[in-house]
T-cell receptor, first 113, second 112 residues
Framework: QKEVEQNSGPLSVPEGAIASLNCTYSDRGSQSFFWYRQYSGKSPELIMSIYSNGDKEDGRFTAQLNKASQYVSLLIRDSQPSDSATYLCAGMNYGGSQGNLIFGKGTKLSVKP | DGGITQSPKYLFRKEGQNVTLSCEQNLNHDAMYWYRQDPGQGLRLIYYSQIVNDFQKGDIAEGYSVSREKKESFPLTVTSAQKNPTAFYLC???????????FGPGTRLTVL
C-alpha cells in the first residue's frame, strides 16, 4: 500500500516564527512531490512542487526533498495568521500508468498573532 | 479567466436519487480527476480521465459513474448505489497525467 504520512497536528506557531511541516512516504518510486494549502471549507491550492533532492525556495516557502530518507518538508518563514490552514503533502510515481497523486491526510497549522 | 469550475456549490440529495456534479475547465488540460474528501481524511480518487472518451476507476469508484465526451468537461454522477455519499467532492485537472494537478472550488453533497 502506497502511503504518504503527515502529522495531523494541530501545529501551533507564533506569528513571525518558522513553521516546519513534515511528510514521509512509503513508495520509493515516487519522484515528484507537491504541497497544497487548504483553508477550511475550501479546495486545495498548489503552493510548491519539488522534483529533485535538495531545497526549493519560493518567497516565504521552502520545500525540501530527501529521497534516500523518503522525506519531504515545507518550511514557512515569517509565519502569518493568514497561513493558518491545513497543508497537504502529495507524491507522484511516474511508473504507474496514470501518474496519480497519493495524498497525506494533512497537517493543520495555526499561526497565533 | 482560465480555471476550473464546479457546480453546484452545495447539493442536497434524497435517498435513492442519482445526482450529477459538473466540472468544467478551460485550461486545455488533457487529464481530469474526481476526488472525495471526508472530514479528517485525505483525498481519495474516484475516477480519472487522461484523454477524451477514456476514463479509469480510482480507489473508490463503486457507486459513481463519469463521462468524458469533451476535453473541457468531466461530470460525475453519484448513484443511489453509493451508500454514504455525503462528502466534499473535488474536481482537478492537469496538463498531463504526470504534472501537478489544480483543483476546482468543490461541491459539498449532503444526503437528506
Amino acid at each position: 500500500q502506497k502511503e504518504v504520512e503527515q502529522n495531523s497536528g494541530p501545529l501551533s506557531v507564533p506569528e513571525g516564527a518558522i513553521a516546519s511541516l513534515n511528510c514521509t512516504y512509503s513508495d520509493r518510486g515516487s519522484q515528484s512531490f507537491f504541497w497544497y494549502r487548504q483553508y477550511s471549507g475550501k479546495s486545495p491550492e498548489l503552493i510548491m512542487s519539488i522534483y529533485s533532492n535538495g531545497d526549493k525556495e519560493d518567497g516565504r516557502f521552502t520545500a525540501q526533498l530527501n529521497k534516500a530518507s523518503q522525506y519531504v518538508s515545507l518550511l514557512i518563514r515569517d509565519s502569518q495568521p493568514s497561513d493558518s490552514a491545513t497543508y497537504l503533502c502529495a507524491g507522484m510515481n511516474y511508473g504507474g500508468s496514470q501518474g496519480n497523486l497519493i495524498f497525506g491526510k494533512g497537517t493543520k497549522l495555526s499561526v497565533k498573532p | 479567466d482560465g480555471g476550473i469550475t464546479q457546480s453546484p456549490k452545495y447539493l442536497f440529495r434524497k435517498e435513492g436519487q442519482n445526482v450529477t456534479l459538473s466540472c468544467e475547465q478551460n485550461l486545455n488540460h488533457d487529464a481530469m480527476y474526481w476526488y472525495r474528501q471526508d472530514p479528517g481524511q485525505g483525498l481519495r480518487l474516484i475516477y480519472y480521465s487522461q484523454i477524451v472518451n477514456d476514463f479509469q476507476k480510482g480507489d473508490i469508484a463503486e457507486g459513481y459513474s463519469v463521462s468524458r465526451e469533451k476535453k473541457e468537461s468531466f461530470p460525475l454522477t453519484v448513484t443511489s448505489a453509493q451508500k454514504n455519499p455525503t462528502a466534499f467532492y473535488l474536481c482537478a485537472s492537469s496538463i498531463s497525467p504526470y504534472n501537478e494537478q489544480f483543483f476546482g472550488p468543490g461541491t459539498r453533497l449532503t444526503v437528506l
